[in-house]
Structures are given as structure tokens and as C-alpha cells.
């Protein structure tokens, strides 16, 4: 019986879908632009003395969320691991419009390192309410020339447990306030592109953990996600270029310098989406046309790419990873990770606050907090 029933809807389902689609899109459509419009001007959440937390703020796309949230006078929890670099970013923050700015040097692969500067965060303002995962790693490559399988777990690390960790220790404060994840995502999580399978997989696993944990939260904690396509920091450095020989580059996405243009206008957008409690945020719209295709037409899609990528002539590999701004060995003929030299470097001292007190009552969290695994680091407002 199960059978036959599926060899029904296998027939059915398809045509009837796209008739379906076809009837209902402009209503759709005009429901979905009007829900936008009024969350426009009677729900955007003001963002002022508001608490945002961001990771991979150091540069890139994280660098422009962070001067985005400012303008609306939020106050900022900047998270990297270059202090020098997060200075400098505090200092542009400070003078477009935010209140305060903390910076904490940390890496969010390490959870204990999500734990200090969640705590941190709190315990200097009190709450959390938008907590910000921009940290992301890319490269291009043909799998089957990788010579090196120990960059695989860090992929992994940077683009999933980077977002996870995080979430997972600041995620009892978001529910005290009724806060908001925003997500860092990207096309290739559902449209696969060669020299890009390990980045693509571990975007794939990072939309379908925050889709889970969106129905989990039950409206608790709002999640918006983040889609970016092919956007001129990862066109112009990088991620399409074409270079011969065999050396493989590693560079981070979120080092790669913001300086306007569609990056900054991808930031405008998600955190205005954020604000108005958009699920998604995409940038560009357009690529989700290939969206229908992988569904009904799947052939078609790989035929297109294969006719695109004949044209390249004889195979050549892009090397550099996603984006720019680590130095690369370019002596080596083995593959390296290079993560600014090792893992980061805290400052010895004690940690110490400014002397303003924060401007909202530390109230504990209404789940028991395990006490932190780390040892103390500076945090410093600027």
C-alpha cells in the first residue's frame, strides 16, 4: 500500500506542485511584501542600549554588522582573536553612534573561550540580546588533490562548532530577553559548487543545526539567516580567481578587509532583518531561482554547470581560500592552515572593567551557570 502510495504522489506531486506555485505566487508574494512593510514601520526592535554580540568582528562582514548595530546605538561586545585590529574597529564603532564597546580576544572554536567572553558580556551589561556568528572559513579546491587531511576538522570547527559554541553558551540569556541568533550562512549550503565541497558541507550542516534549533526555541530566541551569494569580497579576492600551480592558500573570510561596496550593503541588510525579525536574509535574491531547478529540473542545473565550467579550457585550480588578509607561505608545496600564526595570544594580566558601571542590573541567568574553565583575560572598554 505504502508502495503504491508513493508511486502516486511521485506522479502527481511534482506537476500539481508547480501548478500550485504557479496560481499562488502573486498572492504570496504580496502577503510576504506586506508582512515586510509593516514590520518595517510598527516592529523593528530599537536597537538602542540594546546588548549585540559579534564574532569574526575583527573585519569583513563582521566589521560592517558591528558599525551597522552602532549607528543604532547599541552597545557592542566585539569578539576576535586580533586585539589590535578590534581596536581599531571599536574606535570607528564608537564614533558612529554606539554607547558603549567592550572587545575580547577569544576563539570561538574553543568553547571555553564562547564561555568567557559570554560571561564576560554579561556580567559587564547585565544581558545579551542579539548575538551575531560571522566567523567563517572558505577555500577552493578539487577535493581529490588535497595532500593533506588535517585541515579538514578546521573547516569544520570555523564554520560549524564557530556558530554552535557560541550559541550554545549565550543561548540562556537570549531567553531571558527574547533575544535574537543571526546567522552567517551562504548559497552554497543548497547549491553545491566545485572547488567548494568541504565549505559547502559544513554550511549545510550549519543552516540545518539553526532551522532545528529554530523550531526548538519555539519563538523563544528569534533566528535570522543570513544567505549570501557571490559577493565582491569573495569575487575580488579570491574565491573565483584562477591561478596555476599546486600550492594550496588558506585565508580566512573574516579577515578579508570591509570596504563598502556589496559587503556593505549585504550588512545594511541583515541587520535591518534582524531588526524587523526576519527569518532570512538573502543577498542576492536572484540565486534562489536555482532553487526550483535543483528540485524539479536537477539535470538541468548540472548540465548548466558543466557547460559553464568547460569554458575554463584546460583544469586549473584556485588556491586562495575565501577572502584576504593572512599571510600565506607561498614557498610550501604542502597544504597549510595558517590562523595567524597559532593559536591566540591573551594578555597576562589580570582582567579589569572600566570604571563606568553597566547601564543594566546584572541579574543572574534562570538556568544554574557552570563556573567558567578558563583563566581570566583582559576586556577593555575603549
Known sequence: MVDLLNSVMNLVAPPATMVVMAFAWPLLSFISFSERVYNSYFATEN???????????????????????????????????????????????????????????ADVIKEDDCRRFITQAVNYYGRVDHLVNTASLGHTFYFEEVSDTTVFPHLMDINFWGNVYPTY??????????????????????????????????????????????????????????????????????????????????????????????????????????????PYVKFPNWHDVFLLYRVFTPNVLRWTFKLLLSTEGSRRSSLVGVGAGLPVDESSSQMKLMLEGGPPRFPASPPHYAASPPRYPASPPRYPASPPRFAQFNIQEL
Open 47 to 105: 536597537m538602542e542600549d540594546k546588548v549585540v554580540v559579534i564574532t569574526g568582528a575583527s573585519s569583513a562582514i563582521g566589521e560592517q554588522i558591528a558599525y551597522e548595530y552602532a549607528k543604532r546605538g547599541a552597545n557592542l561586545v566585539l569578539v576576535a582573536r586580533r586585539e589590535q585590529r578590534l581596536r581599531v574597529v571599536s574606535n570607528k564603532a564608537k564614533q558612529i553612534g554606539a554607547n558603549h564597546v567592550i572587545i575580547i580576544a
Open 169 to 278: 553558551v549565550a543561548l540562556p540569556y537570549l531567553q531571558q530577553t527574547n533575544g535574537r541568533i543571526v546567522v552567517n550562512a551562504s548559497v552554497e549550503n543548497w547549491l553545491p559548487l566545485p572547488r567548494m565541497s568541504l565549505y559547502s558541507a559544513a554550511k549545510a550542516a550549519l543552516v540545518n543545526f539553526y532551522e532545528t534549533l529554530r523550531f526548538e526555541l519555539n519563538e523563544d530566541v528569534g533566528i535570522t539567516i543570513a544567505t549570501h551569494g557571490w559577493i565582491g569580497s569573495e569575487m575580488t579576492r579570491g574565491k573565483f580567481m584562477l591561478e596555476e600551480g599546486a600550492e594550496m592558500q588558506w585565508k580566512e573570510e573574516r579577515e578579508v578587509p570591509a570596504n563598502g561596496g556589496p559587503l556593505e550593503e549585504f550588512a545594511k541588510m541583515i541587520v535591518a532583518g534582524a531588526c524587523r525579525g526576519d
